[in-house]
């Protein structure tokens, strides 16, 4: 079942042809004096600082940051982002584009929990220029000298760029299919890649954003704290502004993390403006369960006109719990939309932005095993149903459920495996001729009305139901047992609804080689509301397996409780299964067991 359209104005000769990044000087010419993007540092004042770019001053710093780019390296040449999340990096970001140079959007060295993630990007991309910042220097040179890593040619610092330069910079044709930067994906089933984004890409994929999110209200505004290194912060933050010459107010992922109710209150604090924001959906569940009645005193969410929740599984009990938190501080019930993306397609897939709340349809869980969605009646028994979310629909390109093994369409209400096709789908991984063409060289077998290639594979199962797709998990993931198709997301929440030691959204469900069938291991954090002296091993394992054998019909092989942190994550918050099923086989787990046998 193939759902969207292309948008005619993105074709070849069409009007939208234009690279986005030359519509900064079209907005500086405009709208100088207009907001274009707004730092909010909290480190400076726990009730935040901001600094604000007008479009002119933008385009002005971002000019001569290409001029002083190109002093350092030649066109096609990679740039690495070593910075602080401020107004630098968004500059510096804007600067490599004029400079036909290809953005590697990262992070300082000293950002916690990332460091393989960085390591591994940095050295794939073999960057001929850092840019940092002064202050940020000693970490970066720290990093070059504790890893095995090439040496840049030069290190720039974004916050002592000669703005006289941007006098100095003369325009250069920029090719629609012209390399713009690099987008590591987040690892989740394998080492980060480099996906190779062009202007293109990111051009068409900032429409089809506006569109699925149709932002005809007047005075829109983005706000973010989504890290700019994550194709979902970057394509939210930086580019959707340039469509229209709109604002954007950021602050960076710490000030989220220490505080989350600092979202809530940027995005109250836009009055008179209609305010567009997005997040995975830990971040909706963490904000909900930190909100008070005296946080939210004095708030007034009326103007949040759409956030979007992807970039993993969403779960129906966070669109519940978000939306009870919030209703009193007048979120519409329609503001929620739940989405799907990926680093391959740019980021934006679909979303469901109809201004209605969000749709959750209840479906047998057996006939899922078997690859059909059928949607269960209320009176179905509860241990035999799954709740799905529905992502929505297509802007701008093309989505099939396709068979993986015939390459032919699957009809509405069957499972396959998800594939894209349109101008946001990139050119492949960077330096990676063979996993580039497994992932973006699909040809369909029966094409009919449909173009027959190239189709990007996105490795995630789904179905299409009363033209809204639902997404049913990684296909990598998938956990066959005996000869049944059992999602690990399913099995991770009835694990951490079998007791209340087990934390929530930190369990991984996976499958290790056994000598009939795949034998499932199930690995769960210790919740940190439990502490080690009133843990009881024996109780938590026998409830998981027993709840997971009543609701799914098979035994776990080995259910493995860890201390809090544990569980491996990708940058973007999603569990990482193939990363902990690697540190079980390694048998490196800190275990809780470990834990309470160091203490006797």
């Known amino acids: 079942m193939a759902l969207g ?58 000019r001569a940051t290409a001029a002083r780019l190109r002093l350092a390296a030649d066109p096609g040449e990679r740039v690495a982002l070593l910075l602080p999340q401020t107004l630098e990096y968004m500059v510096t970001m804007l600067g490599s584009m004029y400079a036909h140079l290809v953005a590697v ?66 325009d250069e044709p920029i090719g629609f299919d012209e390399l713009a930067y690099l987008q590591y994906t987040s690892g989740s089933t394998r080492s980060p890649a480099g996906v190779r984004i062009t202007h293109g890409n990111v051009t068409a994929n900032a429409a089809q954003l506006w569109a699925g999110w ?17 194709d979902m912060g970057l394509i939210a933050t930086m580019a959707l502004p340039m469509v229209n010459g709109d604002h954007a107010i950021y602050t960076d992922p710490v000030s989220f993390i220490m505080n989350p109710m600092r979202w809530v209150r940027l995005i109250a604090s836009r009055p008179g403006r209609n305010v567009y924001t997005a ?28 956030c979007l929740n992807g970039a993993e599984p969403i779960r129906p009990a966070t669109l519940a719990a978000f939306a009870g938190a919030f209703a009193g501080a007048g979120l519409r019930p329609g503001a929620q939309a739940p989405g799907y993306g990926l680093a391959e397609a740019t980021v934006f897939v679909t979303a469901a932005a109809e201004d209605t709340p969000p749709k959750v349809v209840k479906v047998d869980r057996d006939a899922l095993t078997e690859g059909v969605l059928r949607v269960s009646g209320a009176s179905a028994a509860a241990e035999r149903v799954s709740e ?23 009809p509405d ?40 290639g190239p189709w990007m594979k996105t490795g995630d199962y789904g179905a299409v139901h009363e033209g809204e797709l639902y997404v049913t998990g990684r296909i990598k993931d998938l956990i066959i047992v005996d000869g049944r198709n059992h999602y690990p997301q399913d099995v991770e929440l009835t694990t951490q609804e079998a007791h209340p030691a087990v934390r929530p959204d930190h369990v991984a469900a996976f499958a290790v080689p056994g000598e ?63 990363a902990t099923r690697r540190n079980y086989l390694d048998g490196v787990l800190p275990t809780s067991a470990r834990r309470l046998a160091g203490r006797g």
């Open 5 to 62: 359209s292309l948008l005619p104005e993105l074709q070849p000769g069409g009007s939208g042809r234009t690279p986005l990044i030359e519509r900064v000087a079209r907005w500086a010419q405009e709208k100088p004096d207009a907001p274009a993007f707004t730092f909010v540092d909290y480190s400076l004042d726990p009730a935040g600082v901001e600094t604000t770019l007008t479009w002119a001053e933008a385009e002005r710093r971002a």
């Open 413 to 452: 209400g069957r499972v396959g495996e998800i594939w894209v096709h349109g101008p946001n789908t990139a050119l492949g991984y960077w330096r990676n001729s063979e996993r580039s063409q497994e992932t973006f060289a699909g040809e369909l077998a029966e094409p009919g009305g449909l173009p027959a």
């Open 516 to 578: 009939d069938t795949e034998l499932l291991v199930v690995v769960a954090e210790r919740n940190r509301r439990v502490p080690l002296a009133r843990l009881d091993l024996e109780e938590v394992e026998s409830a998981v397996r027993a709840a997971v054998t009543v609701e799914h019909e098979m035994s776990v092989h080995a259910f493995v409780m860890v201390e809090p942190g544990a569980v491996s994550r990708t940058s973007s918050g999603k569990v990482a299964r193939a």
């Open 214 to 230: 149709a932002p005809e209200r007047p005075d829109p505004e983005l706000v973010s704290w989504l890290p700019l290194f994550h």
């Open 279 to 306: 997040g995975p959906n830990f971040a909706y569940e963490y904000v909900a369960s930190m909100a008070t009645p005296e946080s939210l005193a004095g708030l007034d969410l009326g103007g949040l006109v759409t």
């Open 388 to 410: 799905l979310v529905s992502c929505g629909r297509p802007v701008g390109q093309l989505v099939a459920i396709v068979d993986p093994e015939t390459r032919t369409e699957r």
């Open 105 to 170: 959007p990262l992070f300082s060295p000293d950002l916690p929990g990332h460091a393989d993630r960085l390591i591994g990007a940095y050295r794939d991309s073999e960057p001929a220029v850092i840019v940092t910042s002064r202050d940020a220097l000693p970490h970066v040179e720290k990093f070059l000298a504790d890893h095995d890593v090439p040496r840049p040619r030069e290190i720039v610092f974004a916050d002592e760029i000669d703005l006289g330069l941007a006098g100095t910079w003369r």
